[in-house]
T-cell receptor
Framework: AQTVTQSQPEMSVQEAETVTLSCTYD???????LFWYKQPPSRQMILVIR??????QNATENRFSVNFQKAAKSFSLKISDSQLGDTAMYFC??????????????FGTGTRLQVTL | DAGITQSPRYKITETGRQVTLMCHQT?????MFWYRQDLGHGLRLIYY???????DKGEVPDGYVVSRSKTENFPLTLESATRSQTSVYFC?????????????FGEGSRLTVL
């Protein structure tokens, strides 16, 4: 079974600064997907960014980027120019390729990020 | 409006009572999921369904029952609620052929068992 570990329960960053959230995972699969989801106080789950394991290039979405280290099974999220609206719980998630019973996400325990003035 | 909706959003019940959380999606997504969110555990999969009449257990299925008679609905029933089932429950859905793997989540249902 796959496991996802987020070792930082809480983090804080000042507005406009950069912060990196850590995620490691354990799998024997060679092909899979990784995700970062954001959950603001509204409780809504919002997809931030995704990475396909077969792609070497790190994914980027505006101020959000990842550092994907496949050999190390590491998938960190970097938030640049942090904004107050980035305050949320962030979840790292793992998914095996589509097909049959494999199409389900495994989540980490989350990192609560607080952006301060 | 298209989307995925959960009801009720908030529910308080007593130990031993039966509770059903409803989930409805308008996208005709094949896959539907139920997760529970608890502090220190993140989101854990309870049950999922690949299509109508096809369901399977997730990581924490004990004490829960699901059904999927129609593609758009995926109710979750707690047959005899326990305090340990106090949690926030999320329903999610996804296309079968969606290669991005993105799940679309409902807004969550907060259940308190007294």
């Amino acid at each position: 079974a796959q496991t996802v570990t987020q070792s930082q329960p809480e983090m804080s960053v000042q507005e406009a600064e950069t912060v990196t959230l850590s995620c490691t995972y354990d799998t024997s699969e060679n092909n899979y997907y990784l995700f970062w989801y954001k959950q603001p106080p509204s409780r809504q789950m919002i997809l931030v960014i995704r990475q396909e394991a077969y792609k070497q290039q790190n994914a980027t979405e505006n101020r959000f980027s990842v550092n994907f280290q496949k050999a190390a099974k590491s998938f960190s999220l970097k938030i640049s120019d942090s904004q107050l609206g980035d305050t949320a719980m962030y979840f790292c998630a793992f998914m095996k390729p589509l097909g049959g019973t494999a199409s389900k996400l495994t989540f980490g325990t989350g990192t609560r990020l607080q952006v301060t003035l | 409006d298209a989307g995925i909706t959960q009801s009720p959003r908030y529910k308080i019940t007593e130990t031993g009572r039966q509770v059903t959380l409803m989930c409805h999606q308008t996208w005709s997504h094949s896959y539907m999921f139920w997760y529970r969110q608890d502090l220190g555990h993140g989101l854990r999969l309870i049950y999922y369904s690949a299509a109508a009449d096809i369901t399977d257990k997730g990581e924490v299925p004990d004490g829960y029952v699901v059904s999927r008679s129609k593609t758009e609905n995926f109710p979750l029933t707690l047959e005899s609620a326990t305090r340990s089932q106090t949690s926030v429950y999320f329903c999610a859905s996804k296309w079968a052929g969606e290669n991005t793997g993105e799940l679309f989540f409902g807004e969550g249902s907060r259940l308190t068992v007294l």
